[in-house]
């Protein structure tokens, strides 16, 4: 199939009239609690860019929630995972296992920080990757408590959903949650009550405080945290926060699990399990939990996978997805994405006090919209620039507890091209709205 041409172009309004038919199908079949952005329906994609049933060309800022990040339809995704649908699809690798699975982990314990001995298990998404984890750590401490943090998300499933920190739409309604989980300060700069220097060491004192105190480090299997909060509003913990924990887990013999997305550095510190899913796999569900040796292997045989976890196909796309991040040089294009992107940003934020605070790190780059001059949250204006980019043909999303950030998520093969052309579509719709 021939490549998209890396170009935006809109031939009807957006969503255009095929997109409105197949989204009043849709409404009739699909249940509601499953939501859209933006309902354009997708018939080709390439690149960074989306083709519709319309025949409109969308450029994306989405890459499918973090996901695409080696591009739609990757050429080395493509053909790893096609040469292995060809071959056979499925044999379950609790039952007859099969290399990709195998090649994957090692992959995931080269890439991955720490030189000691790691293992892997794969699952399917990753609500399924944090389950996991949770498992491995109770199996490993013989203890039961899990500490999360405010604005953390985790997944949809029920412990998840039980680590999640907001209630709507995640939780309202889907109770009872799953018990000994406890929730401290996440070190959020932006909002931190004594201003954003005192943020990292005051949330760290908080949160080992409360955990000392209210729940007992000698009941604490596990401290779960997304090195920087996605669907939180990416919040980026100031410089220290990760160690800080790191160091009072491993003082307290507490796991230590945090997420893991390419191109992410946690100062250093080391998590005892990682866990990764998005784009590990250039689009097919794949997740993982990778650890120190000793604590991956506490759970039995038998304790850990399922049916389709590390299903070969998408091993053979994460072996894709990842022979394109190391042959595309792709972490430094992250980081002068993620530059390309704050700095054009910060100009506008300069000039419009709405924009309360650009930050993010790699190709992973948030606005907070507040109503200028205070730190009120903004979100009617999140939602009516996405509005404006959407009809533009730009997928933005937007995210954060209060709802009023906006978050930037291109494929690292963007061209500097579209991704000029993308953030001037933004600086427009700051301009309109
Ligand atoms: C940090 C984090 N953990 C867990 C999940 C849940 O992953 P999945 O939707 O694949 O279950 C997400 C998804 O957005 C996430 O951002």
Redesign the pocket.
Known sequence: MTELTQERRLVTEIPGPKSRELFERRSKVVARGVSTTLPVFITRASGAILADVDGNQLIDFGSG??VTSVGHADANVVRHASEQLAAFTHTCFMVTPYEAYVAVCEALAELTPGDHEKRSALFN??????ENAVKIARAYTKRQAVVVFDH??????NL?MALTAKNQPYKDGFGPFAPEVYRVPMAYPFRWPTGPENCGPEALAQAISLIEKQVGAHNVAAVVI?PI???GGFIEPPAGFLPGLAAWCQAHGVVFVA?HWFAVDHEGAVPDLI?A??GIAGGL?L?AVTGRAEIMDAAGPGGLGGTYGGNPVACAAALGAIETMKSQDLVPRARAIGETMTSRLAKLAAANPALGEVRGRGAMIAVELVKPGTKEPDADLASAVAKKCHAEGLVVLTCGTYGNVLRFLPPLVISDALLDEGLSIIEGAFAVV
Do not use: L, N
């Open positions: 929630i973090a998404s990753g609500a399924e990757a944090v953390g998300y985790h997944g949809r499933t998840t997304e909060q996605g669907e997420g866990t899913a998005k569900p997740a």
